[in-house]
């Protein structure tokens, strides 16, 4: 299939078909509104059903009982809406559901701003909502990525029986760029599941359930998710190692579209007979940590650039393990670091490093 | 001997957790007897809510979701979409449906979603021991309300299906009471005809359940169906409150 000019909102609704996703449900929020616009007109040309929500409470409960039938389905929103979909994502990990989530990140908190920013790293790798449970969450930095991406979440969506998330900051939503998609018009549909409620005829009832009122039950269920976990840690974890080769004193950690600015900087810095390498985690949950302190022991110091205050410096942190100082360089509120700041910091912890400084 | 009275088949014939007295297993039994009566119980999908009927899913024998607290009608909604051939039924009780799930019922209905919803109302909240519902009786006595339900702080109950009927979209709106055996058989064909609605692929309906709570009224079964007879009935007027064929615009 020939290469096409898109903007990422719908490239994403579109990769969401040639996923086999047929339904979808939302409400609107800045800066997502193009994905749900775009499958609004292109779901119902494909035998799909396009739904527009009261909430994003709403939301996130339409997609658990679409899930819980056993269909495909994704939703997609931004940061304030994210949080109030809190309730169905713990629901849908409670009840073991698979479902693809969209958060095209805009600045917070509260209100705050409709501007790309990475503002949401935290809620969606570590406080999503209550219990214990983990999403799955992938961060494309490209058009091109973000389509492959949400081709995989539900296939990682089905496999784990998780819910997903496809963290994208604003940006990735906005931008146009070239892509590829699958020659499909429209993938398969998922597989029949043994879970599913589709009515019980020839077999007993099934339930859809996140309640366990029997602690020892519970305890078990819980233990069994984080098992399964550990397997998507060990197996689906991926990462992107940029510059890596020749030997560099600072390693760059960015994710997302500020990787893609970083690799600007660190073209420059070549130029400039610097050479430095940059890791970026393209699951950022389950977190690449091995491939990440792999990369940090080659280098003497890292650096830390995001769109936030730091969200996943505390992960950066875990993978340096106390061995490597990690600087952080970060802006917010819909602003992003330029080439020139991120080519200053690198600079300044070079610095560091010849000056000996902890 | 000729057997004149058994078990539904639509139901699972566990003992049931709701208090004595309590009117939950009538209503699920009118649920459960139509499930069969229409012969679609197998094609059946209900929806658990949170409060007394959080085990709902334990007496219905059909595919059933427990959800979270008042989204039972979004839950139905995603079902029922995604798989139209199924009968998607909510049942949910006054503290689910008509507080924290205000919103998710109000919009199912208006966009005439092809599911039936069962509302139990018995004016309190059981589970959590008897606090104020958003359906308390003006002056009803509850754990929250100590000299009965203040209307100048704590507003007037909330009339779910006269809200539900003002709506444009066509539905089925019904409130049936369970204080008298003759009440229960009304009810019974009122459940009938919502489900029907649903299978013919007509209408959103609802059926609103008049309902006590023995203990946390405090009285005995007998007199809180005397109570519900004497108080509730005269603020929540029994009947069909909306019937698709009376308004306009159309099915969908």
Same mark, same amino acid.
């Given at each position: 299939?020939?290469?096409?000019?898109?903007?990422?909102?719908?490239?994403?609704?579109?990769?969401?078909?040639?996923? #086999?996703?047929?339904? *979808?449900?939302?409400?609107?929020?800045?800066?997502?509104?193009?994905?749900?616009?775009?499958?609004?007109?292109?779901?119902?040309?494909?035998?799909?059903?396009?739904?527009?929500?009261?909430?994003?409470?709403?939301?996130?409960?339409?997609?658990?009982? =679409?899930?819980?039938?056993?269909?495909?389905?994704?939703?997609?929103?931004?940061?304030?809406?994210?949080?109030?979909?809190?309730? #169905?994502?713990?629901?849908?990990?409670?009840?073991?559901?698979?479902?693809?989530?969209?958060?095209?990140?805009?600045?917070?908190?509260?209100?705050?701003?409709?501007?790309?920013?990475?503002?949401?790293? =935290?809620?969606?790798?570590?406080?999503?909502?209550? #219990?214990?449970?983990?999403?799955?969450?992938?961060?494309?930095?490209?058009?091109?990525?973000?389509?492959?991406?949400?081709?995989?979440? *539900?296939?990682?969506?089905?496999?784990?029986?998780?819910?997903?998330?496809?963290?994208?900051?604003?940006?990735?939503?906005?931008?146009?760029?070239?892509?590829?998609?699958?020659?499909?018009?429209?993938?398969?549909?998922?597989?029949?599941?043994?879970?599913?409620?589709?009515?019980?005829?020839?077999?007993?009832?099934?339930?859809?359930?996140?309640?366990?009122?029997?602690?020892?039950?519970?305890?078990?269920?819980?233990?069994?998710? *984080?098992?399964?976990?550990?397997?998507?840690?060990?197996?689906?974890?991926?990462?992107?190692?940029?510059?890596?080769?020749?030997?560099?004193?600072?390693?760059?950690?960015?994710?997302?579209?500020?990787?893609?600015?970083?690799?600007?900087?660190?073209?420059?810095?070549?130029?400039?007979?610097?050479?430095?390498?940059? *890791?970026?985690?393209?699951?950022?949950?389950?977190?690449?940590?091995?491939?990440?302190?792999?990369?940090?022991?080659?280098?003497?110091?890292?650096?830390?650039?995001?769109?936030?205050?730091?969200?996943?410096?505390?992960?950066?942190?875990?993978?340096?393990?106390?061995?490597?100082?990690?600087?952080?360089?970060?802006?917010?509120?819909?602003?992003?670091?330029?080439?020139?700041?991120?080519?200053?910091?690198?600079?300044?912890?070079?610095?560091?490093?010849? #000056?000996?400084?902890? | 001997?000729?057997?004149? +009275?058994?078990?539904?088949?639509? !139901?699972?014939?566990?003992?049931?957790?709701?208090?004595?007295?309590?009117?939950?297993?009538?209503?699920?039994?009118?649920?459960?007897?139509?499930?069969?009566?229409?012969?679609?119980?197998?094609?059946? &999908?209900?929806?658990?809510?949170?409060?007394?009927?959080?085990?709902?899913?334990?007496?219905?024998?059909?595919?059933?979701?427990?959800?979270?607290?008042?989204?039972?009608?979004?839950?139905?909604?995603? @079902?029922?979409?995604?798989?139209?051939?199924?009968?998607?039924?909510?049942?949910? /009780?006054?503290?689910?449906?008509?507080?924290?799930?205000?919103?998710?019922?109000?919009?199912?209905?208006?966009?005439? $979603?092809?599911?039936?919803?069962? +509302? &139990?109302?018995? @004016?309190?909240?059981? !589970?959590?021991? /008897?606090?104020?519902?958003?359906?308390?009786?003006?002056?009803?006595?509850?754990?929250?309300?100590?000299?009965?339900?203040?209307?100048?702080?704590?507003?007037?109950?909330?009339?779910?299906?006269?809200?539900? %009927?003002?709506?444009?979209?066509?539905?089925?709106? @019904?409130? &049936?009471? !369970?204080? %008298?055996?003759?009440?229960?058989?009304?009810?019974?064909?009122?459940?009938?005809?919502? +489900? $029907?609605?649903?299978?013919?692929?007509?209408?959103?309906?609802?059926?609103?359940?008049?309902?006590?709570?023995?203990?946390?009224?405090?009285?005995?079964? &007998?007199?809180?169906?005397?109570?519900?007879?004497?108080?509730?009935?005269?603020?929540?007027?029994? /009947?069909?409150?909306?019937?698709? $064929?009376?308004?306009?615009?159309?099915?969908?």
């Amino acid at each position: 299939m020939a290469k096409i000019l898109m903007k990422g909102n719908e490239a994403i609704g579109e990769a969401a078909i040639k996923a #086999g996703c047929l339904h *979808f449900f939302g409400y609107p929020i800045t800066p997502q509104n193009e994905l749900p616009e775009y499958l609004s007109k292109r779901l119902p040309q494909v035998g799909g059903k396009y739904i527009q929500t009261e909430s994003e409470v709403a939301t996130s409960n339409m997609i658990f009982g =679409a899930a819980g039938v056993g269909v495909r389905v994704m939703t997609s929103s931004s940061s304030p809406g994210i949080s109030l979909m809190s309730e #169905g994502l713990s629901y849908l990990a409670g009840a073991e559901l698979p479902a693809v989530i969209v958060n095209m990140m805009r600045a917070g908190p509260g209100l705050a701003g409709i501007l790309p920013a990475q503002s949401d790293y =935290a809620h969606a790798t570590r406080g999503t909502a209550h #219990g214990d449970f983990e999403l799955i969450v992938l961060a494309p930095s490209s058009v091109q990525e973000a389509v492959d991406l949400t081709i995989l979440s *539900f296939e990682l969506a089905e496999k784990y029986r998780n819910p997903v998330m496809l963290l994208g900051d604003g940006m990735i939503g906005q931008m146009m760029e070239p892509v590829e998609f699958p020659d499909v018009e429209v993938g398969p549909p998922m597989k029949a599941a043994d879970w599913a409620l589709t009515g019980c005829k020839g077999r007993e009832p099934r339930l859809v359930s996140s309640l366990f009122l029997d602690p020892v039950e519970l305890n078990e269920k819980n233990h069994e998710r *984080f098992a399964r976990y550990k397997v998507i840690k060990d197996n689906e974890a991926r990462h992107e190692l940029y510059n890596c080769d020749e030997p560099y004193d600072v390693l760059i950690t960015a994710f997302g579209v500020m990787s893609r600015v970083c690799k600007s900087a660190i073209q420059e810095l070549k130029g400039q007979g610097i050479n430095v390498g940059m *890791f970026r985690p393209i699951t950022v949950k389950p977190f690449p940590s091995e491939q990440c302190s792999a990369a940090i022991f080659k280098s003497k110091r890292v650096l830390d650039v995001e769109m936030n205050m730091g969200q996943m410096l505390v992960d950066i942190q875990l993978a340096a393990n106390g061995k490597r100082e990690v600087d952080f360089m970060g802006k917010c509120g819909g602003l992003t670091p330029s080439i020139e700041d991120v080519i200053e910091s690198v600079h300044s912890t070079l610095a560091k490093i010849k #000056g000996g400084v902890a | 001997m000729r057997k004149i +009275f058994s078990h539904t088949e639509g !139901m699972i014939t566990d003992p049931m957790h709701y208090c004595p007295g309590c009117t939950h297993g009538i209503i699920h039994r009118l649920v459960g007897e139509t499930l069969i009566e229409l012969g679609i119980r197998e094609r059946a &999908v209900g929806i658990s809510p949170v409060g007394c009927s959080v085990f709902t899913y334990k007496y219905f024998r059909c595919d059933m979701f427990q959800a979270s607290h008042g989204r039972a009608p979004a839950v139905a909604t995603g @079902a029922k979409r995604c798989r139209p051939e199924l009968v998607v039924f909510c049942y949910q /009780g006054d503290g689910d449906l008509a507080a924290i799930g205000t919103s998710e019922i109000i919009h199912a209905a208006n966009r005439g $979603e092809k599911i039936t919803c069962i +509302f &139990v109302n018995n @004016a309190i909240y059981g !589970m959590t021991g /008897g606090q104020m519902a958003p359906t308390t009786i003006p002056g009803q006595r509850t754990s929250t309300t100590p000299g009965g339900r203040n209307v100048a702080e704590d507003g007037f109950p909330l009339k779910m299906s006269e809200i539900l %009927s003002q709506l444009q979209t066509p539905g089925y709106i @019904a409130r &049936v009471s !369970m204080h %008298s055996p003759a009440e229960i058989i009304k009810a019974k064909q009122i459940v009938r005809k919502a +489900f $029907e609605y649903q299978v013919s692929n007509t209408c959103f309906s609802f059926v609103e359940f008049l309902s006590t709570c023995p203990t946390n009224w405090g009285m005995s079964p &007998v007199d809180s169906l005397n109570w519900m007879k004497t108080n509730m009935l005269p603020y929540y007027p029994l /009947g069909e409150h909306k019937i698709p $064929e009376k308004h306009e615009g159309g099915s969908r």
